[in-house]
């Protein structure tokens, strides 16, 4: 590795761990960007009642606690040497306790833990959401009741709208794009031929192949064009699907990649530790959206909602979407800290939003049984048979 490799890598591995490594729900995991005005979240010292707290299942609310299922970066429970503390924050100024605070690193590891006990709160992506909706394992939330509901934005309200009823809270979000190594060349037929190429690891990643086969809608596959997509995939058994950005900083800063599919703030970071990297233009892309949901064990959700009050307010989204390199729901919180990020994803700007095809749990609104298209059960499956 030369010196000018080591020290991209260097620089961007530590700017990666600079902040708390938040995780997306596609299993992406995410830190705060290098030159980006990197800011930290001030702390809140913890009240020593929040300290170590001991769950009681059987009391969840009716005295007002919550349990609590999340990402790393979206809601910190710190200690006294905590650099961020939002829950102690929330404890003192609601009167409510989080009685646990659960930390999921990937979507699969949130998606299987989410019935280990009866959490009142979680995030979840579109696939998640559309699994706990049609289980009957989430209730809808009453927009009347969280205060800054009408300042997020209305694409990612009407995202999270199904018949009519509001299932989520939207609160960061973020989309894929395809960049390579200036000095490598090449194009998005690349992306997916090279053996020095990195995917998402992650079912939704058909959804990508599919746009780049042509696909008008990615998450409303016939059987035909999920062939076409997962053959598309299967061109390559030796590239790379990364969960943990740091392999994939690593890859680029030692030479070993020349393309992947990332979030524009992986990008931005790549480009800001000198590594010669830049955006593979295509039409559209690939996105998605997290949100908070109710479960459906709650006996009251009084403390429930003023939790959501608390993460709609824009003080709240500012400080995780500059935490997790992502993007916050409300337009709102695109000050201070939050504002490079908002920029690096083009927050309010509609046109840019509009290239995006922000994902939803295949099939969508179609119908799988009588052939129109594919279900998401069938995607897993092929995706498992694609990393055998």
């Known amino acids: 590795m030369n010196g000018r490799r080591t020290y991209a890598l260097a620089l961007a591995v530590t700017a990666l761990v600079a902040g708390v490594g938040a995780t997306a729900s596609t299993g992406v995991t995410a830190g705060t960007a290098s030159g980006q005005q990197a800011v930290r979240p001030k702390p809140t010292p913890t009240a020593k009642s929040s300290a170590t707290p001991t769950p009681t299942p059987s009391a969840t609310q009716l005295d007002g606690t919550l349990q609590i299922l999340t990402y790393r970066g979206y809601a910190e429970y710190g200690g006294v040497s905590s650099r961020v503390n939002w829950v102690g924050s929330f404890e003192r100024e609601t009167g409510c306790r989080i009685a646990r605070l659960d930390i999921a690193q990937t979507a699969e590891e949130l998606a299987a833990r989410v019935g280990d006990r009866p959490y009142d709160l979680v995030t979840a992506g579109p696939a998640l959401a559309a699994d706990l909706i049609q289980r009957g394992q989430a209730q809808p939330i009453d927009p009347a009741k969280v205060s800054g509901y009408n300042d997020l934005d209305k694409r990612f309200r009407d995202m999270t709208t199904v018949s009519g009823k509001v299932y989520g809270v939207p609160y960061l979000w973020a989309y894929d794009e395809f960049v390579r190594d200036r000095n490598a060349g090449g194009g998005l037929d690349d992306v997916f031929s090279s053996t020095r190429s990195a995917l998402r690891d992650s079912p939704l990643t058909i959804a990508a192949a599919a746009l780049a086969e042509g696909a008008k809608d990615p998450y ?45 703030y992986y990008r931005t970071l790549l480009q800001k530790a000198g590594v010669p990297v830049e955006t593979i233009k295509t039409r559209t892309t690939t996105g998605w959206l997290d949100s908070w949901m109710l479960t459906s064990s709650m006996p009251d959700t009084t403390c429930a909602y003023r939790w959501l009050n608390w993460v709609t307010a824009a003080d709240a989204q500012r400080d995780a979407a500059a935490w997790t390199g992502m993007a916050p729901a409300s337009e709102k919180a695109c000050k201070g800290r939050a504002r490079a990020m908002c920029r690096t994803y083009g927050m309010g700007d509609g046109k840019r939003l509009d290239r995006v095809k922000f994902a939803v749990r295949p099939p969508g609104d179609c119908r799988a049984d009588d052939g129109e298209c594919t279900d998401y059960a069938t995607w897993v499956k092929r995706w498992q048979e694609l990393m055998k």
């Open 220 to 264: 409303e596959l016939s059987e035909a064009d999920l062939d076409k997509a997962t053959a598309l995939l299967d061109r390559n058994k030796d590239r790379t699907y990364w969960r943990n950005p740091i392999d994939l900083i690593k890859g680029f800063a030692t030479g070993a990649l020349d393309y992947a599919q990332v979030t524009p």
